[in-house]
């Protein structure tokens, strides 16, 4: 790719794979790295991956994802969870991210304890549903980072949320109390030329307050 708007041009939902093309390991592992280091909001990391390559699994997950074939002809399937009781004000997953930092003196680490505290109830008030809102937004950076990340290599991608998600998260044996699943991410290689792309124009999209 020459720069990243052709990276970002190439990215397109592709809605059948090639299924005798495989993606490297290593390529995937890339991939995989760009959605590790992404962003969050006050670094929670508020996602979980989960790559699903068993084959009976991936036909359960696509009878109950509007049988799209995205999902079994992709060379690589990855689901993203969303947290929710690890991101909780008083769960130990919160505490531990909190004592990774490297703290100069106790003042500086009860004062982080305390934003998060403080942070979390008022925000979210230590509800399932509200904390799930603010991980499923969060889960879009990692997920948009491995798109685009696939797209430099010449790797397709189909972001999917067109799925029941508690049949989903059963068929994972997901606690929904502590997970819940936010996006799908089928990656491979086109089948079909890739279709036109259209978008609005720059003048329609952005308004300018001078």
Not at 1 to 28: G, P, Q, V, W
Not at 108 to 132: G, P
Not at 163 to 185: C, M, Q, S, T, Y
Request: proline share 5%; net charge neutral.
């Amino acid at each position: 790719m020459k720069n990243y708007l052709d990276i970002i041009n190439f990215r397109h939902a592709c809605k059948i794979f090639d299924d005798t093309k495989k993606i490297k390991s290593e390529d995937f592992d890339f991939i995989l790295e760009a959605g590790r280091v992404s962003p969050s909001s006050t670094g929670l990391e508020q996602w979980d991956f989960v790559v699903v390559q068993n084959p009976a699994l991936r036909e359960k997950i696509r009878k109950v994802s509007w049988d799209q074939p995205q999902i079994t002809t992709c060379s690589h399937l990855v689901i993203i969870l969303a947290k929710i009781s690890d991101i909780k004000s008083d769960s130990k997953y919160v505490a531990d991210m909190i004592n990774r930092r490297p703290d100069k003196t106790p003042q500086e680490h009860e004062a982080r304890v305390n934003f998060y505290k403080n942070f979390i109830t008022e925000n979210f008030k230590d509800d399932d549903e509200l904390l799930f809102q603010w991980s499923h937004e969060q889960c879009m950076y990692p997920a948009i980072n491995m798109m685009n990340a696939a797209a430099s290599l010449g790797i397709d991608s189909c972001p999917i949320e067109g799925f029941e998600r508690e049949e989903v998260g059963k068929l994972l044996n997901i606690d929904p109390k502590k997970h819940r699943v936010a996006i799908a991410i089928p990656f491979g290689y086109r089948l079909n030329k890739q279709p036109v792309k259209y978008r609005r124009t720059m003048d329609d999209v952005v308004t300018w307050i001078n």
